[in-house]
């Protein structure tokens, strides 16, 4: 009796100890690195490297960075230890820089419920440019690099930041003055490496409204401004250094190349036409209505006819009492109609002076089409006072003209469109020579305007944050960088390209696990 | 007059301030229990019967006839009869995701128990009652795991009562049955989304629980003896409706954001547990051999979807699709009782899931099963015995997926992977009859 008890008891454990195992049980040789060896991984590019979003590097936000996530991918793949600069000083995670007790840099992009749009969180950066670490990381992103950036010496010079003349997150870790972003990199000795650089070379000048230069045929970059877009034989001579010296030990790689601007949110946000009777009434579309009747007559209707008395018909119509009206934008390849403006309106009875002023402010005036892109900040200037101007013209984007760099015109629009195009040309094209993988960034963000469809049956787009997509936006609040959750769809597009050219097998992340922007109550 | 940035950016900018919208959204998928579902009807109903595979509608062999069908009582011959057992459930449930380099488990434990009771009121008519849990599981993942998004935890009990009588109309066939009452009670956690967090990191999740839920149906059924020692059984077990009503929906670890509207808050739900049929027989071979054979249908199919409406209006209704599809369950078992003293018993059975492809949550994360059990009863004396049982539930690994959460407004987002189950179950009981 007795031993029966004992029997069953042991029978007992037995089972229960039973353990579900799977036929091939998950491990670090489920997956491989191919072709490709992780074991000193190195990234080297601008911005969207460093893990910029919402406007900053901050410390939470540096650990979505996409060289960051891909590290974590090779972990199970042979790669070894991945570092990124020091950002334990940030420990409100308020992002920015401070130099000198001064903020260079502000803090990150929030949204504030109570107000209803993105601000910079309220606070102190902690971030202090001057702290230098003099090390060498794997992630070697250097916000605001462009291509001939990463091979300057003085580009980490604590005495050129506030000069302008170098870089303040290269500065703070820069291993000398005179130390270059790439030199610094190839400290690291890389068996693989990504660069996505480039970006800056023309989004500079998009994001600038296009008041930049276009330097093509300007072999010097040491002249160029900081909105201007490279020269294509500088990008490509500097592109293919960057390139053989990152390959110089025999390591692989990924480059990536530029978006085009009409896929980021920070282009295609605000509509040309956003001015309707309820807005403009401030929700009451009657009042607007009546406002509108009132520009139409005082200001739409005599300048309209006095441009089309002098050959210029369909620069400016009336606003519409119902529906959306266009912006009104400047637009400097107009002819100056100032002078005939001018007379026009002295003749019909407007004081001098006035008539001298709508010259001046109307001369190059027109209103915005579905050509021109309005930049993302310029919606906060929408409606606002110019400097100077006398009502009731003086509303922005209403009664008073948009200048150059609130808006990208189709003529600056086509430059940054030839130049994007050319730069990844070039970038395709050493690719290729070296027999090293594309990540086709411009192809992904571009799949993303309609809708890119992930593993997990999810479609992401390239759209702006919005309360309804709160948990698919992937774009952060400066409308540029990613968010962390966009970080990991760029870190899986990575991953796919290395598993195909590679031959290797990462796995993937899932992108909807990452956060999107910081909603606050209040600010 | 111009003076019209405030209103202006208030509407461009984000609409943040209808964050009423958001919120729905965000909730959206929210979800409840499923857990009554077939791939949690471990079936522990009786040492004996379970030793068996678990088969009973045509078997006469003790009270736990009560609960396989309750028409047996008339045939039992004492006058009295009482089993009285426990189970030890072990569930364990093993994920992996080969894309993503995911894995995860859980384990868990249960212990369903039953007690029957009969009394022959006269040679024609018996009494008796039953209490029993067929629902006595729960899966426990680890806190937001990767498909914590469809659950994190899940608890439910539920403990059925059911009086019944029997009458015998002739020797060789009897009717019975009676009404059953259900007492449940639930307790379910997952996050509200795939991302939210609170500005801590934590992710935002939702717990529901209901206790002291009630419900009643109803069982009837016949046995049939054909000829000597041959036995036909059928038994009807009506569907029963759990409804959850003001159960308490709270939630933890939201952002400072959310608070204003996801206020704690009550819920209703309803929750069929469906109708079954058993058909089945028993031979006699000899004085020691007897065979038994069950065939099963549930009716699953009333199991659309999981809907849970909360009381706080700015939580939206969720609507979680199920699908269910109607499901059988094949049983075989044997008893050899080679002398007074003991009794040895085997059994085995198939038990085909509920769930269809595109369908697999991880709160049920069951596929089709088959069952191996067998058990032994020492007669201490005439009127006492000890029963003792096993049951091994074996499941080949599966890969499937739940392809019908909603976020954002896609109500196509999957999650899946490759699942492996292993029950076990060693139970004990007694049985009293004079």
């Known amino acids: ?523 | 007059m111009l003076i019209l940035i405030n209103e202006f950016l208030k509407e461009k900018l984000t609409q943040i301030i209808k964050m009423r919208k958001l919120l729905s959204l965000t909730i959206a998928a929210l979800t409840a229990s499923s857990a009554f579902a077939g791939g949690y009807r471990v079936a522990l109903q009786g040492q004996k019967q379970l030793a068996m595979g678990h088969t009973g509608v045509a078997v006469v062999n003790s009270a736990e006839v009560l609960f396989f069908n309750p028409a047996g009582m008339a045939f039992l011959e004492d006058r009295f009869n009482a089993s009285v057992g426990a189970n030890a459930l072990f569930a364990r449930t093993k994920f992996q995701n080969e894309t993503y380099n995911w894995s995860a488990s859980t384990e868990n434990m249960g212990t369903p128990f039953n007690a029957y009771i009969s009394y022959k009121v006269t040679d024609w008519l018996s009494a008796g009652i039953a209490v029993y849990t067929p629902y006595g599981s729960a899966v426990d993942w680890d806190q937001d795991w990767h498909g914590s998004h469809l659950v994190n935890n899940i608890d439910l009990k539920a403990v059925y009562f059911q009086p019944s009588v029997s009458i015998k109309l002739s020797d060789r066939l009897s009717i019975g049955g009676g009404p059953i009452y259900v007492n449940g009670a639930v307790e379910f956690n997952r996050n509200i989304s795939r991302s939210i967090t609170n500005e801590e990191g934590q992710r935002a999740d939702l717990t529901i629980e209901a206790t002291g839920v009630n419900a009643w149906g109803w069982t009837a059924g016949f046995m049939l003896e054909p000829f000597d020692d041959f036995m036909l059984g059928f038994n009807y077990r009506s569907e029963i409706t759990m409804e959850a009503r003001d159960g308490d929906a709270t939630f933890n670890d939201l952002p400072a954001f959310l608070q204003a509207n996801y206020t704690n808050t009550t819920f209703n739900a309803d929750l069929p547990l469906p109708a079954e049929v058993t058909v089945g027989m028993s031979y006699k071979l000899n004085d020691k051999w007897m065979v038994a054979f069950d065939y099963n249908r549930a009716y699953w199919n009333v199991y659309e979807s999981l809907t849970v409406s909360f009381a706080n209006p700015a939580v939206p209704t969720s609507v979680n699709p199920r699908n269910y599809k109607d499901a059988s369950t094949y049983r075989l078992g044997t008893q050899f009782k080679p002398n007074d003293k003991f009794a040895f018993r085997a059994g085995w059975y198939f038990d085909e899931s509920p769930v269809q492809d595109g369908y697999f949550a991880p709160e049920t994360p069951r596929n089709d099963s088959m069952g191996f059990t067998g058990g032994l009863t020492y007669q201490i004396n005439s009127k006492l015995g000890v029963d003792v049982s096993f049951l091994y539930l074996h499941f080949d690994e599966v890969d499937n997926s739940y392809d019908h959460y909603t976020e954002d407004g896609n109500d196509g987002i999957t999650f899946g992977g490759t699942y492996k189950n292993v029950v076990f179950s060693p139970g004990v009981g007694l049985t009293y009859s004079f």
Not at chain 1, 23 to 29: C, K
Not at chain 1, 301 to 310: K, M
Request: proline share 6%; hydrophobic share 40%; net charge negative.
């Open chain 1, 1 to 523: 009796m007795k031993n029966k008890f004992i029997y069953l008891s042991a029978l007992a454990v037995v089972f229960a100890s039973c353990e579900p195992e799977f036929d091939n049980e998950l491990s670090n040789s489920t997956y491989s690195s191919g072709e490709a060896d992780f074991s000193s991984y190195v990234a080297v590019g601008n911005s969207l490297t460093a893990g910029v979003m919402d406007g900053t590097v901050s410390r939470v936000g540096q650990s979505y960075s996409f060289p960051n996530l891909l590290a974590q991918q090779f972990a199970v793949a042979g790669g070894g230890e991945f570092t990124q600069p020091p950002f334990d000083s940030d420990v409100n995670n308020y992002g920015g820089l401070i130099l000198g007790g001064t903020v260079i840099q502000p803090t990150r992009l929030i949204i504030d419920a109570s107000a209803g749009g993105p601000e910079n969180i309220a606070g102190m950066p902690t971030v202090d440019v001057s702290n230098q670490f003099a090390t060498a990381y794997n992630n070697m992103g250097v916000p605001g690099a462009k291509s001939f950036h990463l091979l300057a010496q003085g580009y980490g010079s604590l005495q050129g930041v506030p000069l302008g003349l170098a870089n303040p997150y290269f500065a703070r870790h820069a291993t000398s003055p005179t130390a270059t972003v790439l030199g610094d990199a190839m400290m690291k000795n890389p068996t693989f490496f990504t660069n996505w650089i480039g970006n800056n070379d023309v989004l500079a000048f998009a994001t600038s409204g296009g008041t930049g230069v276009n330097q093509a045929g300007n072999l010097d970059p040491s002249t160029y401004g900081s909105n201007d877009i490279t020269d294509p034989n500088v990008f490509g001579s500097v592109y293919s250094q960057i390139t053989t010296t990152l390959m110089s030990g025999g390591a692989k790689g990924v480059v990536a190349t530029i978006p085009d601007v009409t896929a980021i949110p920070y282009f295609t946000t605000v509509p040309y036409n956003p001015l309707t009777p309820e807005l403009i009434g401030g929700g009451d579309a009657a009042v607007g209505a009546a406002t509108i009747e009132a520009l139409n007559a005082q200001l739409y209707g005599p300048i309209s006819q006095a441009l089309a008395a002098f050959g210029q018909p369909g620069r400016i119509s009336l606003m519409s009492t119902s529906g959306n009206s266009p912006l009104l934008i400047t637009d400097e390849t107009l002819t100056d109609m100032s002078a005939q403006i001018t007379g026009a309106l002295t003749q019909a009875g407007v004081p001098a002076a006035q008539a001298q002023f709508l010259g001046a402010v109307f001369g190059q005036a027109r209103q915005a089409t579905a050509d021109d892109l309005v930049l993302l900040p310029t919606r906060s200037v929408i409606g606002t006072a110019p400097d100077g101007a006398p009502a009731p013209i003086n509303a922005f984007g209403i009664s008073y003209p948009l200048q150059d760099e609130h808006i990208l015109i189709p003529s600056e629009s086509a430059m940054v469109a030839e130049a994007t195009a050319t730069f990844n040309a070039i970038i395709k094209q050493v690719a290729a020579a070296n027999e090293i993988a594309v990540a086709d960034m411009n192809a992904i963000m571009n799949q993303l305007v309609t809708g890119l469809r992930v593993e997990d049956g999810q479609i992401y787009t390239a759209d702006y944050f919005s309360t309804s997509a709160i948990n698919t936006v992937l774009f952060s609040l400066d409308g540029i960088h990613p968010n962390a959750r966009g970080y990991a769809v760029v870190t899986n597009e990575i991953i796919k390209v290395i598993n195909e050219f590679y031959d290797a097998k990462l796995p993937l992340i899932s992108a909807a696990n990452y956060p999107g922007a910081t909603v606050l109550p209040s600010n």
